[in-house]
């Protein structure tokens, strides 16, 4: 089976301000952010990206939605390539992060409809598929309260609503369920398994390594940009948990540097 997204080799840097090398107490101008970092994902799986923060996996994601372009390598979704063909793949892609806030002074459903005109979805595909999510995350009673005047929770289900709109077939989640409630982290996580059993391709970026066990198939572990292994679930645990594993690829990294 072809994967509907590879990674080849990718690179970013970003440039080191004179104040973050005083605060770091480092004079490199350049930080690695991500370096000649590779998977790839298929359709019908859940594949997790596992790493501390700073580990590169917001950068990677970014990369992957078009936000940010590859200095090194290229990434394929659907076909496409990020450098060429953005506007495409921002069709078949939904990327969720806490990073991208929704702005506050309008309502969910002024919002979601917003979205789905900036995708062109036709009407009636759009009243039908905004009728599900919002049912679907518990939206429905707060569709007209402004985003400012929501909890934390149902702004990140609203999030999530919204990315969904164009109904697409790659998703991409950074931190899904960072900083939710229990109940809410629940919806969460069942909606990644029902896109699961879709035949959706997800990617799931998290430092909860009880979230990756739970939902993804593979898990790919970044370590200071780079991924130091990828697995399926079973074989990258072998009776060990993922905590543990994690750690001691930490260890050795960490003492390969020192």
């Known amino acids: 089976m072809e994967p509907i997204l590879q990674v080849n080799h990718i690179r970013k840097t970003f440039s080191i301000s004179k104040k973050q090398q005083v605060i770091n107490r480092n004079k490199e101008k350049l930080k690695v952010a991500v370096d000649d970092l590779s998977f790839n994902a298929y359709d019908g799986e859940i594949y997790g990206l596992l790493g501390s923060n700073g580990a590169g996996k917001t950068t990677t994601l970014r990369m992957i939605a078009t936000l940010i372009t590859p200095e090194q390598g290229n990434i394929t979704i659907c076909g496409w390539d990020v450098k060429k063909d953005a506007n495409e793949i921002r069709k078949c892609v ?4 806490s990073e991208l806030k929704l702005e506050e002074f309008f309502t969910p459903s002024y919002l979601y409809d917003f979205y789905s005109d900036l995708h062109q979805i036709p009407k009636e595909t759009q009243i039908i598929r905004k009728e599900f ?11 007209e309260v402004k985003v400012g005047e929501l909890s934390t929770g149902m702004r990140q289900k609203a999030s999530l609503a919204i990315s969904m709109a164009h109904d697409p077939h790659v998703i991409v989640f950074d931190e899904p369920t960072n900083g939710l409630d229990v109940l809410t982290a629940k919806v969460v996580t069942d909606f990644l398994l029902d896109l699961k059993k879709q035949g959706k391709c997800i990617i799931v970026s998290t430092h909860i390594f009880s979230l990756i066990e739970k939902v993804c198939d593979r898990v790919g572990i970044i370590i200071d940009g780079r991924m130091v292994r990828d697995l399926p ?15 001691e690829l930490y260890a050795s990294k960490v003492g390969e540097v020192e």
């Open 94 to 97: 939904g990327f969720l992060t």
């Open 133 to 143: 999510l919002f049912n679907k995350f518990g939206i429905r009673k707060f569709e």
């Open 233 to 247: 679930m079973i074989e990258m645990c072998q009776n060990k948990s993922l905590e543990d594993v994690f750690f």
